[in-house]
């Protein structure tokens, strides 16, 4: 329950603000808009879900330990770095074109690298995967029910200050691999 219940906050918390946030809030109007935004949101989370899941058992402790330092520092990097960008220009309003913009957005943001880290250090993988898919169709709900106004919101400094936050976390985790190594 721990893990599902951490993954749902983690995701969460990283999901504020962020690309696919922004764009689900930009075509909120729709009710389809939502349903394709839940349907990326479940391909997307149990596709991290199942790589992490998938290559922890290969891997010692401490190189587990390591990979989940540089998938949370990747996810620190995206949300230090990297914008929701533009409004995009969107003539057709095709679902199609949404779903794919979306599910290649979500493949790889931030909520993602941390869903796969915390499915990878975590012995029930699937419940924190649960926990995921929960906190990440609340965060692009919730930027469908605020629509124009969730993007207006200036959420610049919460998800720079989350992203500090994540990089500690990952040199914290990655410390012990990396003064292990340069011991021996």
């Known amino acids: 329950m721990a893990g599902f219940l951490f993954a749902m906050l983690a995701v969460l918390a990283t999901g504020l603000g962020a ?6 809030a930009h075509m909120a ?6 349903a394709v935004a839940l349907v990326c949101t479940l391909i997307a989370s149990l596709l991290a879900g199942w790589a992490g899941q998938s290559v922890a058992p290969l891997m010692t402790a401490p190189a587990r330990m390591f990979l989940v330092a540089m998938a949370l520092g990747l996810a620190a990097l995206e949300l230090l770095f990297i914008r ?6 969107e003539p057709t309003q095709s679902l199609g074109a949404f779903f794919l913009v979306l599910l290649a957005q979500q493949l790889f943001d931030a909520s993602r690298f941390t869903l796969f880290a915390i499915a990878a250090a975590s012995p029930a993988a699937w419940t924190a995967v649960a926990g995921g898919i929960l906190g990440s169709a609340t965060s692009v709900s919730a930027g469908w029910l605020g629509g124009a106004a969730w993007e207006a919101r200036p959420l610049t400094l919460v998800r720079r200050g989350l992203g ?11 410390y012990p691999a990396i003064a292990a190594r340069l011991a021996a």
């Open 19 to 24: 690309r696919d946030q922004v764009l689900v």
């Open 29 to 34: 109007p729709r009710r389809a808009v939502l």
């Open 84 to 89: 929701p960008g533009r409004k995009p220009l």
């Open 164 to 174: 500090a936050a994540m990089l500690l976390l990952a040199l914290y985790l990655a």
